[in-house]
């Protein structure tokens, strides 16, 4: 079992920055690969970004790329999601997840443990 704690969350101007930290409780943490996901009112949970158990693959959605990046610092066993030059419709709460597969997945069910999710809201 891996718990994940989400952090980072807020309220900001569009065009700011926010910097979202997951920590994870397990020491295997380098094992698994990290996604982020969101989920605004009304929608399904949507892939934001992934990062293999290596560090060595990066996958964003379309609508963030070039704006977010995820990073993790595995003696910490935490990863990032710095997101820069954001607007309203980055709006949502923001999961972290880990997975098992190591095929650094964009898909909900590829991922075994979520975190409980931190509120971004961007206002215009």
């Known amino acids: 079992q891996v718990q994940l704690v989400e952090s980072g969350g807020g309220l900001v101007q569009a065009g700011g920055s926010l910097r979202l930290s997951c920590a994870a409780s397990r020491r295997t943490f380098s094992s698994y690969d990290m996604g982020w996901f969101r989920q605004a009112p009304g929608k399904e949970r949507e892939f934001v970004a992934t990062?293999?158990?290596?560090?060595?693959?990066?996958y964003y959605a379309e609508s963030v790329k070039g704006r977010f990046t995820i990073s993790r610092d595995n003696a910490k066993n935490t990863v990032y999601l710095q997101m820069n030059s954001l607007n309203p419709e980055d709006t949502a709460v923001y999961y972290c997840?880990?997975?098992?597969?190591?095929?650094?997945?964009?898909?909900?069910?590829?991922?075994?443990?979520w975190g409980q999710g931190t509120q971004v809201t961007v206002s215009s």
């Open positions: 990062m293999s158990w290596s560090g060595g693959s990066t």
């Open positions: 997840a880990a997975s098992t597969l190591r095929v650094a997945s964009d898909r909900v069910g590829s991922y075994d443990y």
